[in-house]
Structure formats: C-alpha cells, structure tokens
C-alpha cells in the first residue's frame, strides 16, 4: 500500500518553522527538524500511580518501531498546519475518536532526537513534539483503529509505562520526553 506524500515544515530546535519545506522520507533519512503533535490519553484509576494511560500498539508495517506500544496517538504536522488540528485529525484517523479543540490541554513541547535503523534503513529522527492530553471518556470497544497504523490499544498503569520505558523495554516506543511532562502534568491532579 502506497502512503501519501507528506510535507513538513523544516522548523528550527524550537520548532518554529523556517520556511522551507521537506518531504516526510527525506526528513527522516537525513535527520531534518520538523514537527509532531501527540495526545495521551488518561484516565483515573485505582493504581498505585492513580492514573492510567491509553497507548496503541503501532502495526507491524510501520516505518518505525513496528509493532511497539505508543503514545495514545500522534502525528507529524503537515506544512503549514497546527499541532491541535493534527492531533484532532490523527485522533480520528487512528482511533475513530471526534473530538473538538476545547477537549485537549496542551502540556508542553520536547525534543524527540535518535537515530535507529528499522527494516534495515537508517532512520534520523529530530522531532519538536508537541504534546496534548485528553482526559475524556473512552471505551476501548468503541473504538475504530486504523489498520495500517494500530494493531491494538490497551490501558496501562502510568507508573509501569514509565518503568518500561526508562528501561529500554523493547516492546514499548513511548517517548521518554512525553511520558516526563505527562508525569508532571498529572501529578497536580
């Protein structure tokens, strides 16, 4: 299956964007900056932690980290687009949940920075995320996974997802930088 051609802001480590313009592919194999927006979605629970969080197991043919477990959802910002439009899209997309700007809180940005090898490619990734939580509502039997992108979502402790992710836990990709600020953010709660 053919994806459609995405097209990037080139923006600077603050993620503001440059003026340029770059195709996702080149982005990634030659390590340009660009920019993501990410939304975790939690919920209240009776954990140590007290919170649990929502990730999707990407698929298997994804061009990264195949078949690990993610943030709830995300997305690379298309050119000249904002995060909150791109995570309301990818929410959609990904996992069939409709929801409206005013659902989301934004929490804050980080830099996701590395440089892998996937299905035996190099892949450079420099990434400015911006990174949004959603605290409504959500069954899991509700919802409408994109195949291509999700081959599952589950509930996990929030502390667990943290232990597993620090350690380099190879059946979790979560963003050690997004967990960080989720943690903050969540903590005041």
Known sequence: MRQ????????????????????????????????????????????????????QKRSDIKDSYPGCYDTSSAGHIDAGDEPLETIIRELGEELGIHAAPGDFTFIGTFHNNYDEVFHGSEFHNREVAFVHVYDKPVDIADLVLQEEEVSGVAWFDLDDVWKKATSNDSAFCTPVGGLKLLRGYLADK
């Open 4 to 55: 459609k051609m995405e097209i990037l802001d080139v923006v600077d480590e603050t993620g503001k964007p440059l003026g340029r313009t770059v195709e996702r592919e080149e982005a990634h194999r030659d390590g340009v900056w660009h920019r993501t927006a990410s939304v975790w979605i939690v919920r209240k629970s009776n954990t140590e932690s007290d919170w649990e969080v929502l990730l």
